[in-house]
């Protein structure tokens, strides 16, 4: 059994700690998973790799989403779509934060299992795609993060990951 130096380290750094994660992701969160196979499936020709436990796939769209086992961030590779105000660093940083991000609605997943999509899922894709939603943000200067499901996924991902996550 991987000793653990609780000072530096979180359980989901450990080899038992991502066969664990791997688990729950593929019976307790099977629904959201099965939805993020089948998205994997379809961006099959983008850059995967694992990222904590989870599969992660570099995409060629600007945001995020997670699905279970699965998250979908931006590819650092691809500046295509960003800004011209983005140098590359800042770029990288942005999609080192958004990997935080989504694998904080990872942990959603793991604590809410089959009730993630129906909850957290609708909420973060409504709060993200509805033109009502982005058009408040934007005429109230309200961060995305505001979102409690947002907030929550930011919390999560940088408690378990000792890392920053996007705060816009």
């Known amino acids: 059994m991987a000793e653990l130096n609780h000072n530096d380290t979180h359980f989901i750094h450990s080899n038992l700690g991502q066969i664990f994660y791997i688990c729950i992701q593929l019976t307790w969160g099977f629904f959201q998973s099965l939805l993020g196979f089948m998205f994997l499936l379809i961006f099959y020709k983008s ?44 770029w990288n940083d942005y999609c080192a934060q958004v990997s935080v991000h989504e694998y904080g609605h990872t ?14 899922g609708i909420v973060s894709l409504i709060w993200s795609r509805s ?4 058009r408040k943000r934007k005429e109230n200067c309200i961060p995305y993060s505001d979102c409690w499901t947002e907030k929550w996924a930011n919390s999560l991902g940088e408690k378990v990951l000792k890392e920053p996550s996007i705060h816009h």
Request: charged content about 15%; proline content about 8%.
């Open 47 to 90: 850059p995967h790799d694992s990222y904590y436990g989870s599969i992660r796939t570099k995409w060629p769209l600007r945001g995020g989403i997670s699905l279970g086992l699965f998250i979908f961030t931006p590819n650092e590779q691809n500046m295509s779509s960003v800004s011209p105000i983005y140098s590359k660093e800042r």
């Open 107 to 120: 942990v959603q997943s793991l604590i809410l299992g089959p009730l993630y999509l129906v909850t957290v």
């Open 131 to 134: 033109g009502y939603f982005k």
